[in-house]
């Protein structure tokens, strides 16, 4: 069974940068696909980014440019640079993953996540 756990969500100001980690557990995987959702009170879960076995990452429009999503090379760890943050940047923060279930992915759906992290709670203040 692979484990996730969210690290690195703090307070931080308007502009300023933070980076969540997201330290994966478990099983030996072939394929894989890690992606970061959020969530904030009162809203849906949206997915943030993905990365892939493929060496494929993706990002909602709201991100592009200012968060960036990698992974080590032991597939421990992923990680997700957030830079340039905004209020409405604040939300629980997860990391989810689909492994072993081939290349193809709808990214930013749910369904397609099999594990999730318990999330981590980022801040940023006006």
């Known amino acids: 069974e692979v484990q996730l756990v969210e690290s690195g969500g703090d307070l931080v100001q308007t502009g300023g940068s933070l980076r969540l980690s997201c330290s994966i557990s478990?099983?030996?995987?072939?394929?894989?696909?890690i992606a970061w959702f959020r969530q904030a009170p009162g809203k849906q879960r949206e997915p943030i980014s993905c990365?892939?076995?493929?060496?494929?990452?993706y990002y909602a429009e709201g991100v592009k440019g200012r968060f960036t999503t990698s992974i080590d090379d032991a597939k421990t760890q992923v990680y997700l640079q957030m830079n340039d943050l905004k209020p409405e940047d604040t939300a629980t923060y997860y990391c989810?993953?689909?492994?072993?279930?081939?290349?193809?992915?709808?990214?930013?759906?749910?369904?397609?996540?099999?594990?999730w992290g318990q999330g981590t709670q980022v801040t940023v203040s006006s």
């Open positions: 989810a993953a689909r492994v072993n279930k081939g290349i193809r992915i709808l990214w930013g759906m749910l369904a397609e996540y099999d594990y």
């Open positions: 478990g099983p030996t995987f072939r394929d894989y696909a």
């Open positions: 990365i892939t076995s493929l060496s494929k990452t």
